[in-house]
């Protein structure tokens, strides 16, 4: 696998583009209520973002006044924020989330839109809470946006689920319930033809992630079911989860 694993040129440039399945996450509606979180979460502090990506959340956050530092796998993803106003002014370190150490200390790590779910072990997700951990100062606090597994929608012994159907998009997720591990299949209507991309992830449990944060030495703050603070109960399709570092 290139240094920039799944996320190539075409992953970037398609990531920049808002394709129809990540418009809705690029609206001022939906990046607002994150950055006004985020800062209020990072107390003045500087901040941490794993997988900062072409700077969706990091840019706007810098905005507000924020010291925001990144990690990311991907080069050509970097060099879309880097181009972007602002995007030259944030430090960031290319390597892999669960394992590259940058300089200095931290009140805020966060890691949003599933993308722990790009870590394809446990053992890497549980080294990305060591990570994070690490980067923290005391008391500083780790915040990571997740979907919770769908698998209620998944009929006994199916493996695939249509999550969209488009005149130019086709989404597909594929389930290995026994292992964790899924694959999102992406079909895409480009100069009049259909090409295919995959890329595998590693569904996670609430559950699951209190206990990795817990070995690293930190315990849950929060769990809400969006980033305004909507209850997190068994119907939520995701969760913003807090946990503060206490060793």
């Known amino acids: 696998m290139e240094p920039d694993g799944f996320f190539d ?10 394709s129809p399945e990540l ?14 979180r985020l800062a209020e979460l990072a107390r003045g502090g500087p901040a941490l973002e794993l997988a900062i990506g072409t700077g969706r959340i990091a840019l706007p956050l810098a905005a507000r006044g924020v010291e925001v530092h990144g990690i990311d ?36 790590v966060y890691l949003v839109f599933n993308t722990i779910d790009n870590l394809t072990t446990q053992q890497a997700q549980a080294a990305c809470f060591r990570n994070a951990a690490d980067h923290l100062l005391a008391e500083g606090l780790l915040v990571i946006e997740v979907g919770v597994p769908d698998l209620q929608r998944l009929p006994p012994g199916e ?8 005149t130019d998009h086709w989404g597909i997720d594929e389930y290995d319930v026994e292992s964790q591990h899924m694959v999102s299949h992406h079909f895409e209507r480009i100069d009049g033809g259909w090409q295919l991309s995959s890329t595998p992830f590693r569904f996670v449990w609430p559950s699951e992630l209190d206990l990795m944060a817990s070995a690293a030495g930190m315990r849950l703050l929060e769990r809400w079911a969006g980033w305004k603070g909507e209850p997190f109960t068994a119907e939520s399709a995701q969760h913003v989860s807090v946990w503060q570092k206490t060793s």
Request: no cysteine; aromatic share 8%; charged share 30%.
């Open 9 to 18: 040129d075409r992953a970037a440039a398609r990531y920049d583009e808002t």
């Open 73 to 108: 796998i991907s080069r050509a993803m970097v060099r879309r924020l880097r181009d972007k106003p602002g995007g030259a002014d944030i430090p960031v370190t290319i390597g892999d989330m669960a394992t590259t150490r940058v300089p200095g200390e931290f009140s805020l």
């Open 159 to 166: 493996r695939f689920r249509v999550y969209e159907a488009g």
């Open 23 to 36: 418009a809705a996450a690029f609206s001022p509606e939906s990046i607002e209520p994150v950055v006004e």
